[in-house]
């Protein structure tokens, strides 16, 4: 009795229609701003893969560069002795590789998210259909 035409129960076609909705506001979304299309976020993959790249090779010579120009710096300058500049060298270096890493982050957070993926549409016109029913 709960049945249309095609033998489909019709709860399960409701959320079948809220599926489907849900596909073309995300559709709609990627229409009306190019960068959320299927085609930038291929290229936002190899993209990412260039900044961790880029972010890497920086902290792989830049604590070397100001390690060891600390240490020229301090020894040039300070009159202090081994351990004390190896110390604050080791600091700077530390502290480079901190800055770097909140680079990063802010980089990574300052990126504009893609369209929703189908796994996360159903799991949210599931969330909604939970909802209708309570």
Not at 64 to 69: A, D, N, R, V
């Amino acid at each position: 009795m709960g049945k249309n035409k095609l033998n489909v129960p019709k709860k399960q076609q409701h959320e079948n229609e809220e599926h489907d909705n849900l596909s073309l506001e995300a559709k709609a979304l990627a229409e009306q701003d190019p960068t959320l299309s299927e085609d930038s976020d291929n290229n936002g993959g190899a993209n990412a893969f260039l900044w961790l790249f880029a972010f890497s090779v920086l902290m792989f010579t830049f604590p070397f560069i100001t390690f060891y120009g600390v240490r020229s710096w301090l020894q040039e300058s300070f009159d202090f002795d081994t351990f004390q500049t190896n110390c604050f060298s080791v600091l700077a270096s530390v502290l480079v590789v901190n800055f770097i890493l909140c680079l990063y982050v802010f980089k990574a957070f300052s990126e504009k998210t893609g369209p929703i993926s189908s796994s996360s549409t159903s799991t949210s016109a599931a969330s909604v259909d939970n909802k209708k029913s309570n």
